[in-house]
């Protein structure tokens, strides 16, 4: 969990920013009693690249006299600001052209990352690690505190849901397999603060990781199974003994009606489903209330395929078998060109986590875990090679 850094390096911001900042401010809004802005990871996002715009001409001149995030940071306050009182009504013509803006989220959020390293560098291993430790530690508190006053009777959610905090701290679990015979505190606290969201998928993802790449060892593989059946025990208590966790409702909803679709129109799996035009389905007045609660634009319009949040039914239902055909493409040119198993279990742990989490397409997500596949791919990573 220790760093060799006593302050944030700007490689790392986005990471910090995404992996405590974003889970802290949702924290500091829930105790306010108030609601966190739907979009404040998007509005993170947008800061994030016009602060790398912003830093260009400032960063290479010499003897600087104020530091380089305040002369970076002022302007990029006073664009936003303009950017909401003058140019937003600007943008109002262009709401029809939304689901294709939606569609290309991770080209935008990837186009971020590329100007972030362009100006700076590629983070390394243990900024993530170092990040998802403390987030580890602020849920474990969360789950603790819970469990203790009522019993574990909702999940830990004051940070952020499991659909934003189990992929950065997978991302951070990940990254610690580059030496796996070290880190095994930072990696037992990643690995219980993920247990502690009591997210089934990324629990299940963060065993199989270990299984397959952690340290070997009879014993060791035996407690990691029956630490994932008891915080799966304990994920059913908090959902009052019900298999299925209410949140995930819209999920399995959608993952049931859209294979009915394809049954009933095989061609769209060739031809995918257009995305200016809401797919032919009906929300159950049951889950209505939870389904504009999660998809907060044009809910009211039909669903559409931005709202399909699992990614490996978003791209299916997208791009038809040809979308998954491409994901399986470059899942496996990373895992040979790039072999190493802080590589592998990212992959794994994204393969397992998809189908319930938008990954790719959420904002804080996306930036964090684009940016560890592409710390991956540094040498000093793949020298770490799973036998």
């Known amino acids: 969990m220790n760093s060799n850094n006593k302050a944030v390096s700007a490689s790392e911001f986005p990471v910090a920013l995404f992996s405590l900042g974003l889970p802290i401010l949702l924290a500091a809004y829930g105790m306010n009693g108030s609601a966190a802005p739907q979009n404040l990871a998007e509005i993170l996002v947008a800061g994030l690249a016009v602060l790398g715009l912003l830093v260009e001409p400032y960063k290479n001149k010499q003897a600087p006299v104020f530091p380089l995030w305040l002369k970076a ?4 306050v006073l664009l936003f600001w303009a950017f909401s009182k003058i140019f937003t009504p600007l943008l109002f013509p262009l709401a029809p052209s939304l689901p294709f803006l939606m569609e290309i989220r991770p080209l935008l959020y990837g186009l971020v990352i590329v100007l972030w390293i362009t ?8 900024h993530f690690y170092f990040w998802a430790s403390w987030l580890a530690v602020l849920i474990i508190c969360n789950f603790l505190y819970l469990f203790l006053l009522s019993g574990l009777t909702a999940p830990p959610n004051l940070f952020g849901n499991a659909e934003l905090t189990g992929p950065i701290l997978l991302a951070g679990l990940c990254s610690t397999l580059h030496e ?5 505190t930072t990696r ?3 690995f219980t603060g993920i247990m502690c969201t009591l997210s089934r998928d990324a629990g299940f993802a963060a065993v199989l990781v270990l299984l397959f790449f952690g340290p070997k060892g009879a014993i060791k593989k035996t407690i990691l199974v029956l630490t994932l059946v008891l915080f799966n025990f304990l994920a059913l208590a908090s959902h009052e003994m019900t298999f299925f966790n209410p949140n995930d409702l819209p999920a399995y909803w959608l993952w049931f009606s859209i294979l009915d679709l394809f049954e009933k129109t095989p061609s769209r799996l060739l031809t995918g489903h257009p995305l200016s035009v809401p ?7 049951s889950i209505w209330e939870l389904w504009h609660k999660q998809n907060f634009a044009w809910t009211g319009s039909g669903t559409y395929i931005f709202h399909v949040t699992p990614i490996w039914l978003h791209i299916l239902t997208a791009w038809g078998i040809a979308g998954i055909a491409g994901a399986s493409a470059i899942a496996t040119t990373l895992s040979i060109k790039y072999s190493s198993d802080t590589m592998a279990s990212l992959i794994t742990a994204v393969i397992i ?3 319930f989490s938008p990954l790719f397409y959420s904002p804080a997500t996306g930036i964090v875990l684009i940016m560890a596949f592409i710390c991956a791919t540094r040498p000093p990573v793949r020298s770490f090679q799973f036998e």
């Open 119 to 126: 100006n700076f560098s590629i983070p390394k291993p243990e």
């Open 353 to 355: 986590t998809g189908f």
């Open 188 to 190: 037992l606290l990643i």
């Open 279 to 285: 797919l032919p389905l009906n929300i159950p007045a």
């Open 180 to 184: 796996p015979s070290k880190l095994k």
């Open 73 to 76: 940071g002022i302007p990029c």
